[in-house]
């Protein structure tokens, strides 16, 4: 295996695996409705607002990845919902898989082999890469996942029956 396959192999595993962080998919699974708006005291924010926060931020960094016409949001409160809670069960299932589906766009965009990832892409003024959108990405995931476990953790949500988190799975 080239180094090229193995770094974007290692991208795909950062974004996507348990290595040292929860799981996208674990980390917004098993929410009741009745918990994605709530805002435990000290937590600035509600577990719906991270799950949109992150949707919203990996769409942009997609689309700045591969569009050179792309205009991101107003920082910072183009980035963040207004409301606390999703609107109703359809718009927290849109969300997700929106936010699942972004994942996969990053995924096909540092997999694919015709896609340099040290490259500056020719848009950026900054000297951006695809590598560093993709890095920024996981690194941003990461932290706001950890955020959406800590509120759950909060609200009692996915909790055993001795008030203690599941252990992690072995990586």
Request: charged share 25%; glycine share 8%.
């Amino acid at each position: 295996m080239s180094n090229e396959t193995a770094l974007r192999d290692h991208l795909v595993k950062l974004l996507t695996s348990g290595w040292a962080h929860v799981t996208p998919e674990d980390g917004i699974a098993g929410v009741p409705p009745d918990k994605r708006g709530a805002r435990p005291p000290g937590h600035p924010h509600t577990i719906w607002q991270l799950l949109e926060h992150l949707r919203i931020c990996q769409d942009d960094l997609v689309e700045y990845s591969r569009d050179s016409t792309h205009t991101s949001l107003d920082f910072p409160n183009g980035y963040w919902p207004e409301s606390d809670a999703p609107e109703d069960e359809e718009a927290w299932e849109a969300s997700v898989a929106a936010f699942k589906n972004g994942l996969q766009e990053m995924i096909a965009l540092v997999s694919d082999p015709m896609r340099d990832l040290f490259e500056t892409l020719p848009w950026s003024e900054e000297g951006h890469t695809l590598l560093r959108e993709a890095l920024i990405l996981a690194d941003h995931n990461a932290y706001h996942l950890g955020q959406i476990v800590q509120l759950k953790k909060a609200l009692g949500v996915g909790q055993n029956n001795t008030g203690e988190m599941p252990e992690a799975p072995p990586t």
